[in-house]
């Protein structure tokens, strides 16, 4: 689908969608848990619905409910019971790199046996040193580090080594995965430690599920690294009802186009969330923006936009909203740090400089880090989204402030984390035309 957008200011009110980190982890936790779970979230998306495929494969019983999701945990002593009998069961992780990391340490613990598969940009996405952790802890393997993988046999607890600037999915996979094992789980995380943040996130859910993670700063040989040990007869045991909260790496668009446009709020937020794209208010601040904070709703209006530098090594998801605003800011605006957007959905490295360039930005790559340099407006133009939905977002939220109309190829992938992103373009006065291919 294409979609052709005409310059309009956005401006105005929407509600907060749900976080899909959040809900993937309630979603896996859930699974695992003794006792029946209801969790509240009310918007779902692709990544959320894989989470949910996978869930079901595993043997939960995921049902969706008025208010989000009821969930039965899977029956431990079933999957055990059907290791070595017939086919091995399919995870379907579809283009979701959240759902294949989580589950693949959870499945190599349930000790059955699975076929993991996975579509587009995902089967491309290297698994190391991931990989390579599970089978030293006993794991069977097999797929070369990469998808489609065929998963059996059991793993064991013990010291598991991370380093911290490759993606913190896989610490949250194994923490997430400890529970399940007989004996305790130690995950050693190498500085730097990247997207803290979104561990953080996982810490938070063990603990709603009853679980302790205890982390320390420890040294070895004169290196620091972050120690994160789940504690030997660990057991998730079900809150019963959960809630998940609004997504600020959603949200960060809206405010975005709010530094450009006529003012825009989000409801439903939590200002005080451990989401580390929380940072964009801190971000378009530094920038020039106009934020309001208040209660659940967090609000950007447009001021004299400048460029600046913004290290970005832990929130690589604020870059294509941040990179929008930073086309329209006078001065040029650094992204430091950013060689980890390289292995998204897209190479984002490239795919944002190549969508905003299509539309008369300027933008270089130098090493890691993405320049902006900034102008009075963009012209609008052709922009291809690579099939990432952050591109085609990014695209929007910079073309409702163009001089001419942009259109976006392949507009449809917004729907892999927020599928009723166009509407919300439209309620706060964005003009899109669609266009099925």
Not at 144 to 158: C, D, I, K
Request: charged share 20%; proline share 4%; with cysteine.
């Amino acid at each position: 689908m294409d979609v052709t957008i005409n310059p309009r200011p956005l401006e105005g009110r929407v509600d907060a969608v749900a976080s899909k980190s959040v809900a993937h982890r309630m979603l896996v936790l859930a699974s695992l848990a003794e006792g029946r779970s209801d969790i509240d979230c009310a918007t779902s998306s692709r990544d959320i619905d894989a989470t949910v495929t996978c869930a079901r494969a595993l043997g939960a019983r995921v049902a969706r409910t008025r208010l989000g999701f009821r969930v039965s945990p899977l029956a431990r002593d079933a999957v055990r019971a059907a290791t070595g009998t017939g086919s091995p069961t399919t995870l379907d992780c579809g283009e979701s790199g959240s759902t294949l990391r989580f589950l693949l340490p959870v499945a190599c613990a349930l000790g059955g046996s699975y076929r993991m598969v996975g579509a587009g940009r995902l089967t491309e996405r290297p698994l190391s040193p991931l990989w390579g952790q599970l089978v030293a802890h006993g794991a069977r393997l097999e797929g070369g580090g990469r998808l489609p993988a065929l998963v059996s046999g059991g793993l064991a607890g013990g010291e598991f080594r991370l380093p911290g600037d490759v993606s913190s999915q896989y610490v949250s996979g194994l923490l997430m995965a400890a529970p399940l094992l007989d004996e305790g789980v130690c995950v050693l995380v190498e500085d730097p430690f990247e997207s803290r943040s979104y561990v953080d996130m996982t810490i938070q859910a063990l603990s709603a599920f009853g679980v302790r993670v205890l982390s320390q700063r420890v040294e070895e040989g004169g290196r620091a690294l972050t120690s994160l040990r789940v504690p030997a007869g660990s057991r998730l045991r079900s809150p019963g009802t959960l809630a998940v909260e609004g997504d600020w790496s959603n949200a960060a668009f809206w405010l975005a186009a709010g530094a450009l446009g006529g003012g825009t709020c989000v409801r439903g937020l939590d200002l005080g969330s451990c989401q580390g794209d929380r940072a964009v208010l801190a971000a378009l601040a530094a920038m020039g923006a106009r934020i309001r904070r208040a209660g659940s709703e967090a609000c950007c209006s447009h001021d004299a936009l400048l460029g600046r530098t913004v290290g970005v090594a832990d929130i690589p998801d604020l870059v294509p909203p941040l990179a929008a605003v930073a086309a329209y800011a006078t001065g040029e605006t650094r992204f430091a740090g950013a060689g980890r957007l390289r292995l998204k959905e897209s190479d984002r490295l490239e795919s944002v400089g190549d969508a905003l360039r299509s539309m008369g930005a300027r933008v270089r790559t130098e090493g890691d880090d993405l320049v902006v340099e900034g102008a009075p407006a963009l012209r609008g133009g052709v922009v291809e989204s690579h099939n990432d939905h952050r591109i085609a977002m990014m695209a929007a939220v910079a073309a409702s402030a163009a001089e001419g109309p942009t259109t976006i190829r392949g507009a449809e992938c917004v729907s892999k984390s927020y599928p009723g992103f166009w509407e919300d373009f439209a309620a706060l006065g964005g003009v899109a035309e669609k266009r099925e291919g």
